[in-house]
């Protein structure tokens, strides 16, 4: 898979947008972005992924660059609750059968109240 | 419905011995993969199996080994443990047939002294 770039830590206040940038330069046509967040003390947690258009659901939105080679996911009001690293991961294949993630280090994100 | 369950949720091991881990998938899901995080990095894919055969295999010595269920819950083994493999051990299920989502569950904390 190929590599992502995060900043190791934001900071946000609650109740305010968060924007959290993944930098993708060596990504390939075929590669979905993916995000995945891990609160303390659980396993990390589904958020959203996209292939070329932007996605929203109900935790968050994705916005992907035109030329695919970065992304940001938006948090749309931040709470202390949304503490948390956050993982930008890149997947190929997703019809076949692996499933594996390779994750990075993630951005350690903080909510200030 | 409940989510992936693992046990046990600590376990303490010294240099030497071997652990057994266990994982029960969603209902319905046939598809557990497992990983390994060490305190500060991200997690690390070891196995997936998909209908109890091997679909996958992170790098990761011989002395790890996993097998799959006809009830589709999982068992990973390590032998001969190292100071080094001191770690959280996440279990994750997949809904093959289209979904790309994994569902983490909050993992096994192994301490090997």
């Known amino acids: 898979d190929a590599k992502t770039t995060q900043p190791n830590s934001m900071e946000s206040n609650e109740e305010e947008p968060v924007h959290l940038p993944c930098n993708h330069s060596?990504?390939?046509?075929?590669?979905?972005i993916h995000w995945y967040r891990q609160l303390p003390s659980q396993g990390p947690e589904y958020v959203i992924h996209g292939l070329t258009s932007n996605v929203n659901n109900r935790m968050a939105s994705l916005a992907i660059a035109e030329d695919r080679k970065s992304s940001t996911l938006i948090l749309h009001r931040a709470t202390l609750r949304d503490a948390a690293v956050y993982y930008c991961?890149?997947?190929?294949?997703?019809?076949?059968?692996?499933?594996?993630?390779?994750f990075g280090s993630g951005t350690q994100l903080t909510v200030l109240p | 419905d409940a989510g992936v369950t693992q046990s046990p949720t600590h376990l303490i091991k010294t240099r030497g011995q071997h652990v057994t881990l266990r994982c029960s998938p969603i209902s319905g899901h046939k598809s557990v993969s497992w990983y390994q995080q060490v305190l500060g990095q991200g997690p690390q894919f070891i196995f997936q199996y998909y209908e109890k055969e091997e679909r996958g295999r992170g790098n990761f010595p011989d002395r790890f080994s996993a097998r799959q269920f006809p009830n589709y819950s999982s068992e990973l083994n390590v032998n001969a443990l190292l100071l080094g493999d001191s770690a959280l051990y996440l279990c994750?299920?997949?809904?093959?047939?289209?979904?790309?989502?994994?569902?983490f569950g909050s993992g096994t904390q192994l301490s090997v002294l």
């Open positions: 060596t990504i390939s046509g075929t590669d979905y």
């Open positions: 991961i890149l997947r190929a294949d997703p019809s076949g059968s692996a499933r594996q993630l390779t």
């Open positions: 994750a299920s997949i809904r093959t047939g289209g979904s790309e989502k994994l569902f």
